[in-house]
T-cell receptor
């Protein structure tokens, strides 16, 4: 139980284009989803918290117009990197916190999406 | 300020040897405590967690961790390491508020010698 998927697992795009990453909770409903960014050999940096049906809360220093987050349902959140540039290349990981049936105090993580911007 | 410290960047142990990964935290109250493991290019898998109660917590894959309030520590242990345990290990503290945010340590990379 408590499986989170991400799609795509890796993506390569040209500078200036936008990329959408999906995060799905497969066997539970997620009240809250979190988006993280991880640079090589570094820890996870929280980018934003999204709650179903409301606007995402971004961490300090994260450009909300650059990283658009939508949490349209209890099982799906999307992160769109707009006008991507090479410095946006990174490993993006989402996590989800359940509504009920599983621990609501635990984040379950997806497998991550490797974004490379050329 | 809330923080998590994992003082060891790398640890190398021989297969079959015991393992202890250190984690110290700074938090205003007793936080939720977690250990996650990340294999290369993968997401994070929950090993174990502590919310309250028994301070010795058992997790998956034979791991355990002990919460020591007096030392603000939550060290991860395994009595006998397997080659498949080679990975990055992250300690995290979780806020006991409505945000449910996690603060991660910098991670410890475990290498296992054959």
């Amino acid at each position: 139980g408590a499986v989170v998927s991400q799609h795509p697992s890796w993506v390569i795009c040209k500078s200036g284009t936008s990329v959408k990453i999906e995060c799905r909770s497969l066997d539970f409903q997620a009240t809250t989803m979190f988006w993280y960014r991880q640079f090589p050999k570094q820890s996870l940096m929280l980018m934003a918290t999204s709650n179903e049906g409301s606007k995402a809360t971004y961490e300090q220093g994260v450009e909300k117009d650059k990283f658009l987050i939508n949490h349209a349902s209890l099982t799906l959140s999307t992160l769109t990197v707009t006008s991507a540039h090479p410095e946006d290349s990174s490993f993006y990981i989402c996590s989800a916190r359940g509504v009920s049936g599983i621990s609501t105090d635990t984040q379950y993580f997806g497998p991550g999406t490797r974004l490379t911007v050329l | 300020a809330q923080s998590v410290t994992q003082p060891d960047i790398h640890i190398t142990v021989s297969e079959g040897a015991s393992l202890e990964l250190r984690c110290n935290y700074s938090y205003g109250a007793t936080p939720y405590l977690f250990w996650y493991v990340q294999s290369p290019g993968q997401g994070l898998q929950l090993l174990l967690k502590y919310f309250s109660g028994d301070t010795l917590v058992q997790g998956i894959k034979g791991f355990e961790a002990e919460f020591k309030r007096s030392q603000s520590s939550f060290n991860l242990r395994k009595p006998s390491v397997h080659w498949s345990d080679a990975a990055e290990y992250f300690c995290a503290v979780g806020a006991r508020d409505s945000s449910y945010k996690l603060i991660f340590g910098s991670g410890t990379r475990l290498l296992v010698r054959p």
